[in-house]
């Protein structure tokens, strides 16, 4: 079984509208996450963000009943307008844990050509936005800043299985593949990833994608 992790990223309260399509289209379960959108130095977002409140939805699910919802909520969304959000899903090799997936593991698993890549960077809290500077010095667009927010100052919370503690920060950049390397290094060297306790950095494939503006073309 084909199975893919959907990522949503909506204007804050239209997180509800969202999930009642996915949960209509074979979309059972999600997880809503506070986060940020952000645009720097006039630049226009490739994912059509502003500084704003955002919700990130994170749904699990088998690609083909998957792709037919991220069709539908992108259609109902509206996301092939600017500002109505963006949605794009990642193909994942094992899932534990979802009531609505039994510890399933992806045997359709293929090599495949992706156009575009996530950037996640998890750092101390405070310093998404030397991240957001960082990238946009070397021509990114701009990006998502997602907040760990735990009941208690001790408690953490998984983000594709990684533990952010509620003193950390994740910047989410969406970035075309050719991009990707320039766009790390220039985090790894800024935010002096490679020493100790400075931060994380992973990439993941992007199989598909919808509500990706670049306006200044």
């Keep these: 079984m084909s199975i893919s992790l ?3 990223i909506v204007n804050h309260g239209q997180d509800k509208k969202m999930i009642k399509i996915a949960h209509e289209n074979g979309l059972s379960g999600a997880t809503v996450l506070q986060g940020q959108g952000t ?6 977002s490739i994912l059509g963000l502003t500084e704003t409140k955002k919700n990130i939805i994170l749904l699990a699910a088998s690609s083909d009943i998957g792709d037919v919802a991220m069709e539908q909520i992108a259609e109902q969304m ?8 963006i949605i794009f899903s990642i193909q994942m090799s094992q899932i534990f844990g979802s009531k609505q997936m039994k510890d399933e593991t992806n045997e359709d698993l293929k090599e495949k050509t992706m156009e575009y890549q996530a950037i996640f960077t998890i750092v101390d809290r405070g310093r998404a936005e030397e991240v957001i500077d960082s990238v946009c010095a070397v021509g990114a667009k701009g990006g998502t800043i997602i907040n760990a927010r735990g009941a208690g100052i001790h408690e953490t919370q998984k983000v594709f299985n990684i533990p952010i503690e509620p003193e950390k920060e994740m910047v989410l950049i969406i970035a075309q593949v050719k991009d990707v390397d320039r766009i790390r290094s220039a985090i790894q060297e800024d935010m002096h990833i490679d020493e100790p306790g400075q931060g994380i950095i992973f990439i993941m494939d992007i199989a598909k994608v919808y509500g990706l503006f670049d306006q200044n073309k």
Excluded: Q
Excluded at 39 to 44: D, E, K, P, Q, T
Excluded at 78 to 85: D, F, L, S, W
């Design 78 to 85: 509206h996301m092939e307008k600017p500002n109505h959000g």
């Design 39 to 44: 645009i720097r130095h006039g630049l226009l």
């Design 6 to 8: 959907y990522i949503a």
